[in-house]
């Protein structure tokens, strides 16, 4: 029978079969030829290597390789660490997206100019102080404040043209320092006053009305003022101001007896009457208005509550001779009750000034005037609050004690209540060491400054006007920076323990806050110099 494993499954068939055949090879070297190129590139590879320069270019290279690599790793491992306080604030500083005040909006009641970030009441509280509106320039004064070409100078020559004008003279009882440096700035101390002089006085605006206008004339050229600026006001004030048509009665008596123009109040309509007295007729009242003419009396200090006190020293202001703030003759004395000074006029002299200068264009034209009616009104505000102190020591005195001496003076120390006073500096100073005792020293000092070429100051300049002729603008602006400043210290410091803020304003008018503020954290010292950089540029 046929029989498989017979004749296929030998095993030492088997294994013969598998046995591979074995070879032998010889490595021969290969030499491939070069071509020119390829021998010209490693004829240049062998001088650098034997070039010194080259060898300290490649460790140069090689250094600066190791350097990026490492810090590639630091930067890796630091992802995966959270961020200090610090470097967070810093970053949120450098990211934070910065609200710049724009002009954006007009009051509907009052008509004010607003700028994004103030309130709608800002101007006249949501239409519950609205002050009467005055009436428009003159013809004169319109087309000197329409003009363009001449805002800056006639910004710088406004105070020198309303002293050329003015039918009273404005002093202070401490007296005047002028600052020689530029912008032009002065300092008053003392209590400002008002008073009317004899018109028989030479060198003053009541005699150039009635006797000389060629000294008016001469004063302007010496003031730099330009003869069609004066002329332009003095025809403007001859047709449309009550008070130089009023003092055209002194020319219906004869000769050079002595007597008075009395100036009544002003009636519900915004006229006055003026009354012409011979020299023994006059009742002598303290707040009687008098113009003198060939008296020996003293002149006639004007009442800080006249309604007079405004048009009488600022005609260029008030041509038509509108009715200031005041107060009827009736008043007997100051009040700081606020609901009493409304109740007689409707408003306070703070909020009447505030709607003035908001509400209409021309304080923005006569720059430098309207800085010294700012300070004059100012002034007038303090006095008022000095007064009420002072009658109101009195009263206290005289009821604690009724055998008190009428007319003795009481001593009067100012209290805290009064801004500036020794008292009110001394509660603050104290106010800030108990925070200091209490919560440790601050971690910050910062100074925030005003910078007079911010967009919002800029764009409400005419032509020659600098920030100093705009302290309201510059004001408005500052505030609102400062407040969103601080906005981001209160919300990316995390908590504060305390923050101390004091405004001070330089001499060249700009403003700038000092800020003290602790943190409820350490702050290391490394970390001061780079974290509060300049990132808020308008």
């Known amino acids: 029978m046929y029989s498989k494993s017979e004749t296929f499954c030998d095993p030492s068939h088997y294994q013969s079969a598998r046995r591979p055949a074995s070879f032998t090879f010889f490595s021969l070297p290969l030499t491939m030829p070069l071509n020119r190129e390829q021998e ?108 363009p070409r001449i805002a800056g100078s006639l910004s710088s020559k406004s105070r020198s043209l309303n002293y050329l004008f003015n039918f009273t003279a404005i002093g202070v009882t401490g007296g005047y320092t002028h600052f ?38 001469l004063r302007a050229t010496e003031y730099g003022v330009p003869s069609h600026w004066v002329e332009a006001v003095r025809q403007d004030l001859h047709r449309v101001n009550p008070y130089v048509n009023h003092l055209r009665n002194f020319g219906d008596v004869p000769g050079n007896s002595s007597v008075a123009l009395e100036l009544q109040d002003h009636t519900a309509s915004g006229e006055f009457a003026a009354i012409l007295h011979t020299a023994n007729t006059v009742d002598l009242q303290p707040r009687k208005i008098l113009i003198w003419r060939n008296s020996n009396e003293q002149p006639t200090f004007i009442p800080i509550t006249s309604r007079h006190y405004e048009p009488l020293q600022y005609p260029v202001l008030f041509p038509h001779g509108s009715p200031g703030w005041g107060l009827p003759s009736t008043y007997t004395g100051p009040s700081n009750d606020e609901d009493e000074v409304r109740n007689r006029l409707g408003h306070t002299l703070l909020q009447w000034v505030k709607g003035r200068v908001l509400s209409d264009s021309r304080f923005l034209t006569f720059r430098r005037l309207t800085s010294e009616y700012l300070c004059d009104m100012y002034s007038r505000i303090e006095e008022q609050r000095l007064l009420y102190i002072r009658r109101n020591r009195d009263r206290l005195a005289h009821e604690r004690d009724p055998d008190f001496p009428e007319h003795d003076p009481v001593p009067i120390d100012l209290p805290a209540s009064f801004m500036g006073s020794r008292r009110w500096a001394s509660m603050q100073t104290a106010d800030g060491l108990a925070l200091a005792r209490k919560y440790g020293r601050a971690s910050f000092f910062i100074t925030f400054t005003c910078n007079p070429e911010w967009p919002e100051i800029t764009s409400c300049l005419r032509p020659g006007q600098s920030a100093a002729d705009a302290p309201v603008i510059v004001a408005r602006a500052f505030k609102l920076r400062l407040q969103a400043f601080m906005a981001v210290l209160r919300t990316k410091l995390g908590l504060l323990k305390y923050m101390i803020k004091v405004i001070e304003f330089q001499k060249r008018g700009l403003p700038h806050a000092h800020l003290i503020i602790k943190v409820n954290r350490t702050v290391p010292v490394r970390t001061l110099p780079p974290l509060f950089t300049p990132h808020f540029q308008g």
């Open 180 to 217: 020689k440096s530029h912008p032009s700035s002065v300092s008053m101390t003392g209590r400002t006053y008002h008073r009317m002089l004899d018109t028989t006085a030479p060198d003053h605006s009541l005699h150039w009305f009635l006797f000389d206008e060629q000294h008016r004339d």
């Open 40 to 147: 010209a590139e490693r004829g240049r590879r062998r001088r650098r290597e034997q070039d010194d320069n080259f060898r300290e270019r490649e460790r140069a290279r090689a250094a600066e390789r190791r350097r990026a690599a490492r810090q590639d790793r630091v930067e890796r491992q630091r992802s995966t660490v959270p961020l200090q306080w610090w470097d967070a604030f810093k970053h949120a500083l450098q990211n934070y997206n910065w609200q710049v005040p724009t002009w954006n909006r007009n009051c509907a009641r009052c008509g004010a100019h607003l700028m994004r970030g103030e309130r709608t009441e800002f101007c006249c509280a949501s239409g519950k102080h609205l002050i009467p509106p005055l009436p428009p320039l003159p013809t004169g004064l319109a087309s000197l404040a329409n003009n």
